[in-house]
């Protein structure tokens, strides 16, 4: 299994972009499959083995009004 991940930050940091790969070379499966004395089973999961997800983040600091 490989999973990557990388980030980037703007506006002195205070917008970071990031892409996150899991299971590049698609290793994972989302079938199980057993096998007993009385036959085999196969078990099928609604899952997401391989994905890539994009973020994006702002920090935003906002100080109280002084008085």
Same mark, same amino acid.
């Given at each position: 299994?490989?999973?990557? /991940?990388?980030? @980037?930050?703007?506006?002195?940091?205070?917008?970071?972009?990031?892409?996150e790969?899991?299971? +590049?070379? #698609?290793?994972? /499966?989302?079938? @199980?499959?057993?096998?007993?004395?009385?036959?085999?089973?196969?078990?099928?999961?609604?899952? +997401?083995? #391989?994905?890539?997800?994009?973020?994006?983040?702002?920090?935003?600091?906002?100080?109280?009004?002084?008085?």
């Open positions: 299994m490989l999973n990557a /991940s990388i980030s @980037q930050p703007f506006f002195k940091g205070k917008l970071i972009a990031r892409i790969a899991f299971d +590049l070379l #698609h290793q994972l /499966s989302n079938t @199980q499959y057993s096998v007993n004395a009385q036959g085999r089973t196969e078990t099928w999961y609604r899952s +997401l083995p #391989h994905y890539v997800m994009a973020h994006l983040v702002y920090h935003w600091n906002k100080n109280p009004k002084k008085k």
